[in-house]
């Protein structure tokens, strides 16, 4: 993926893991929303993006196991330097890309 792309998507999964709120979303969530968006290559690197955003301090990711089920889950959440990153509060990141 060219990394104009990565940049993007990583810029979109940030805002989604905000806009969802305090409750995050599941690494598989995020993964099927583009795979039901048709966006399969998208999908494919959702890890990579992921990765790179909990690095930089922008996501937290934490394991969480359903009380009922016992399946245990990825959830993502956005942490307060993702919240400044995304309000433009904090210096850009040359590797995320934000809406204007």
């Known amino acids: 993926m060219e990394p104009s792309r990565k940049r993007r998507l990583r810029g979109e999964i940030l805002a989604l893991v905000r806009r969802l709120g ?18 399969h290559r998208l999908a494919d690197n959702v890890g990579e993006a992921l990765h790179y955003l909990a690095d930089k301090g922008y996501v937290l990711i934490h394991l969480e196991r359903d009380s009922f ?22 210096d850009e990141d040359p590797g995320v890309w934000i809406a204007d």
């Open 22 to 39: 305090i409750g995050g979303i599941s690494v598989e969530g995020i993964e099927n929303i583009y795979m039901r968006a048709g966006e």
């Open 69 to 90: 089920s016992q399946v245990e889950r990825r959830l993502v959440t956005i942490s307060a330097q993702g919240m400044d990153l995304l309000d433009r509060t904090i």
